[in-house]
């Protein structure tokens, strides 16, 4: 008679892969707001009882402080109505469950933080309505039509130090004066590329052998068209075929306001328009990185039984992960002159989320005697975290060591994965800096590698 099968022995849950659960944003449990503070009193112990993250955003030091400073020291004595404070503070960087959390899936405590924070704001909006301002400042796509044929009075109005506005903008839309706000452009990367899109060097080493559709992305159409200009410079250089396109904003800003359906309406609209250029065989190639996070990491967990959505996250690069990809697969195109100056590289959290590595910094590594400082701390924007006066002074505390480590590199250049954190970390450096010293160019780092090969700017 065969012996009977021995169970498998336990396994310590972190030993496994991490994974996350899909968002269950159409069941109307996830909007029950008793459910949801049941869950975050869970996890909030879960996170007490450890603590690793205190060094993190500001969520976990205002949470340990509500703990230690309440009637039991246990997270029992905190307050229901306070939990609020620390959704409040998490930017949805993902640095606690990608970097720190011992207890994610499959760990049984099962702990998802940054997700648990998106459902308690999904289930505030749901009971309460959306903050006004928040959300209208999230309308990107509006924001930026609306400010095209207007680009420099919209300029002038949003200048900081602007003592005629930008105090009237604090006291009526809580919009902190001394915040950088983005500049806008009367044409934008999509005009631009409509009158002249590099054709393909025939000498690139990638010629007739690859093809890329980059995404604009909204920061990039409005505000930053230099960087899609690059991004087309630099892939052409190579002998990529390359096309420019902007569907409709990502969503992140909606998912940082926790209106999950509008970011699923986001997602399936931009599928369906990419799928073609994917069948065509075209890559897809992404400018920033919360853009990125949200292509491959994020839809897929909003729709995760959408094949469009699947298959676009699979066919997702950023662009300095695709540039790396095509040093390898086919060699890169000759021309790259040095670099003045050194180049102090700000690793975006939401570009160390999509756990590629950090791929701006090896792309810049490939020009000739660049030096690169890789920064990989939190810059502390976070979107409208870092814009709004209600926490602007703690997004400027987040971020200034972050500053300080850039001041004291000297690099004569600031890039970031993030087109936002590279703004506020540069407002922070030259408030560093001594008297009379030159602050670094702000650029992302695909401009960089565009100044490299001498290609020409288009701004």
């Not at 359906?261 to 399936?268: I, N, P």
């Not at 491959?296 to 959408?306: Q, T, V």
């Not at 298959?311 to 040093?327: G, I, Q």
Request: aromatic share 6%; charged share 25%.
């Amino acid at each position: 008679m065969a012996d009977a099968p021995t169970k498998a022995p336990p396994r310590e849950g972190s030993l496994d892969a991490p994974f996350r659960h899909p968002i269950a944003w159409r069941d109307p449990d996830y909007y029950d707001l008793a459910k949801v503070e049941a869950e975050m009193e869970r996890v909030f112990d879960i996170c007490h009882g450890c603590r690793r993250c205190f060094n993190l955003c500001d969520s976990f030091p205002r949470l340990f402080d509500l703990v230690d400073n309440g009637p039991t020291g246990e997270v029992d004595g905190v307050q229901k109505s306070d939990y609020g404070l620390v959704t409040e503070a998490c930017t949805l960087c993902d640095m606690c469950f990608m970097t720190k959390c011992p207890y994610v899936p499959p760990h049984e405590f099962d702990v998802d933080f940054p997700h648990l924070m998106l459902r308690h704001r999904a289930a505030l909006r749901k009971r309460d309505g959306g903050e006004l301002v928040r959300e209208q400042l999230g309308e990107t796509d509006r924001n930026g039509k609306l400010a095209k044929p207007l680009a420099p009075l919209a300029n002038w109005a949003s200048r900081r130090g602007n003592k005629l506005t930008r105090p009237a903008m604090e006291a009526v839309l809580h919009i902190d004066a001394d915040a950088e706000l983005p500049k806008y452009h009367t044409r934008t990367a999509i005009d631009r590329a409509r009158r002249a899109t590099p054709a393909p060097d025939p000498a690139g080493p990638a010629f007739g052998r690859r093809k890329a559709v980059i995404y604009a992305t909204c920061f990039t159409e409005y505000n930053q068209p230099s960087t899609a200009a690059a991004a087309l410079g630099v892939l052409a250089r190579q002998g990529v075929e390359v096309e420019l396109v902007y569907p409709v904003c990502c969503g992140m800003p909606q998912l940082e306001a926790g209106d999950i359906a509008e970011v699923a309406g986001r997602a399936t609209k931009v599928a369906g328009e990419l799928g073609p250029w994917i069948e065509q065989g075209y890559d897809v190639v992404t400018l920033t990185a919360s853009c990125g996070l949200m292509m491959k990491f994020e839809w897929p967990l909003i729709l995760p039984e959408d094949p469009a959505v699947k298959t676009l996250a699979a066919a997702t690069r950023d662009v300095c992960e695709y540039v790396v990809e095509l040093s390898k697969a086919h060699g890169l195109a000759p021309g790259l002159s040095p670099v003045d100056g050194g180049i102090a590289l700000h690793h975006a959290c939401h570009a160390r989320a999509q756990n590629m590595g950090a791929k701006s910094a090896e792309m810049l590594r490939l020009i000739p005697g660049a030096k690169v400082d890789l920064i990989e701390r939190c810059s502390g924007h976070g979107g409208t975290f870092g814009v709004m006066a209600a926490t602007h002074e703690t997004a400027v505390k987040i971020g200034r060591p972050t500053a300080r480590q850039v001041a004291d590199k000297g690099d004569g250049t600031l890039c970031s994965d993030c087109p936002l954190a590279c703004k506020h970390l540069g407002r922070l450096v030259s408030v560093q800096m001594a008297a009379g010293a030159e602050p670094p160019l702000q650029a992302h780092p695909i401009e960089v590698l565009a100044r490299a090969y001498g290609l020409p700017s288009r701004e």
